[in-house]
């Protein structure tokens, strides 16, 4: 499956306030922490930048990503909700960008050629404003692209609604990709979450 050209945006800002003091994206996963395991699959599916929200430094998530040829922004006013991340991500992209991807950091099943497989559905000649990961019953999910139209709409989110409006936006113009399972959805917000997916993984 081959690799696209845009930008991907890593959302990494989030307070992981559902893990009771533990952090779920430095969660080890195959002996790597899941956010820089989530950097290394953008890396991996696209040749344009990878762009990564992540709260203000210091903070541990920055030395998570060292070394890796990704750009980091801090967003100041993470505690606002995932909105604040998207204003600072898109404001931080390529002049030139035609579309952007959207990832989350906590879905630790989504693999590189999933992302592929998302961004080679990418058609500009077509008048798709949004190309959407949904599970394989069609459960709308992870990754998003969405193209330059809809990047203005962007600056002036507000809260913690991930985006909805942008979507919502696109006025059915949205093109929904499956991905195999239930990855496209399948978020580890609670040490519960972790400790089923790890035995599922151990049981598998």
């Not at 961004?119 to 193209?147: K, M, S, Y």
Request: charged letters at 20%; aromatic letters at 4%; glycine letters at 10%.
């Amino acid at each position: 499956m081959a690799r696209f050209s845009f930008p991907i945006i890593l959302l990494a800002a989030g307070s992981s306030s559902r893990m009771r003091g533990r952090d779920k994206l430095l969660e080890e996963v195959d002996g790597v922490p899941l956010l820089r395991l989530q950097a290394l699959k953008a890396i991996a599916a696209s040749g344009g930048p990878v762009i990564v929200a992540l709260p203000p430094a210091p903070h541990p998530r920055y030395a998570a990503l060292k070394g890796l040829d990704v750009a980091l922004v801090p967003v100041p006013d993470a505690t606002e909700g995932m909105n604040a991340s998207l204003r600072a991500a898109f404001a931080a992209l390529p002049g030139d960008a035609p579309c952007a991807m959207v990832l989350l950091a906590d879905l630790p099943d989504l693999t590189a050629q999933d992302l592929m497989r998302v961004g080679g559905a990418v058609d500009l000649q077509t008048d798709t404003l949004v190309w959407r990961g949904v599970t394989e019953t069609g459960a709308p999910g992870h990754p998003i692209v969405f193209r330059s139209d809809l990047f203005p709409v962007f600056a002036s989110l507000t809260g913690d609604s991930g985006g909805r409006e942008v979507i919502a936006r696109a006025k059915g113009r949205v093109k929904l990709i499956p991905l195999a399972g239930t990855r496209a959805r399948n978020d580890l917000d609670t040490p519960e979450d972790w400790a089923d997916w790890r035995a599922q993984r151990e049981g598998s």
